[in-house]
């Protein structure tokens, strides 16, 4: 299973890329426990996930192309 990623901003920056992509995956909670071993600085920036372009919060089943957006804090007024 092939999960492609798209990484905004300053996550960007840390991954060095602004898309990549994981395999074998099955839910959010395993593709973050892979994505912090890959690239550790990610604990220390709050960020928001979306699964195929919806915002989640809690553990989501992941299919295959599936497509995940790392999104930086926002801000504005």
Known sequence: MKIKILVFGQLSEIINASELALLAVNNTDEFNKKLF?????????????????????????????????????????
Do not use: R
């Open 37 to 77: 071993e890959l690239y550790p600085k990610l604990n220390e920036i709050k960020f928001t996930m979306a699964v195929n372009k919806k915002i989640i919060h809690e553990n989501t089943p992941l299919n295959h192309e599936d497509v995940v957006a790392l999104l930086p804090p926002f801000s504005g007024g």
